[in-house]
């Protein structure tokens, strides 16, 4: 399987970004300390695994701690190495995509994939749940579609754009 992965780091409000080499993991703690060693003072690290043009996980670290996942899709766990990693720390029953007090959220039985862990791990930096849900579960968006637009949203997406296109 495929994958490229990209970390988005923030200090002081500014993004950075960096290609980031997964080859060789052998556990979630590895993963972590990988991102970490991008920038070990970033307020903010963001890690988007994208795999096979079909599976999306965004990692988040805060001041180098409190680890939050979230997988685009739960089959990406059982068909993958890097995805049985990724998710390892994940719920494995799929987001709940049903919040009557969010008119945007989407119903579970309009998603096509199944998401798992924290769809809310964006929501301070302007990507909701219903947002994130919408874009995963989008007829047509692959996993790169979904980075670069949420990417955008919190106020990377020209840093990430040029590892993309590097």
């Not at 970390?7 to 002081?12: C, N």
């Not at 993991?25 to 300390?33: G, I, P, R, S, T």
Request: net charge negative; aromatic share 4%; proline share 4%.
């Amino acid at each position: 399987m495929s994958y490229f992965a990209v970390a988005a780091t923030r200090v002081d409000g500014t993004w950075e970004a960096a290609e980031v080499d997964l080859d060789g993991v052998d556990d979630l703690d590895e993963v972590v300390d990988r991102l970490r060693e991008v920038d070990a003072g970033a307020d903010t690290s963001l890690l988007f695994v994208e795999a096979d043009d079909e599976y999306l996980v965004i990692m988040r670290l805060d001041e180098g701690d409190d680890l939050r996942v979230f997988g685009s899709d739960a089959p990406f766990a059982d068909e993958s190495r890097l995805g049985a990693i990724l998710l390892s720390d994940t719920d494995t029953e799929p987001v709940e995509a049903v919040d009557e007090d969010d008119p945007d959220m989407p119903v579970k039985s309009e998603l096509d994939v199944e998401p798992v862990g924290d769809s809310d791990l964006l929501a301070d930096l302007g990507v909701t749940a219903a947002y994130l849900l919408t874009l995963c579960a989008k007829d047509g968006m692959l996993p790169s579609d979904v980075t670069a637009e949420v990417a955008s949203r919190i106020g990377c997406g020209d840093v990430m754009e040029e590892v993309h296109d590097a």
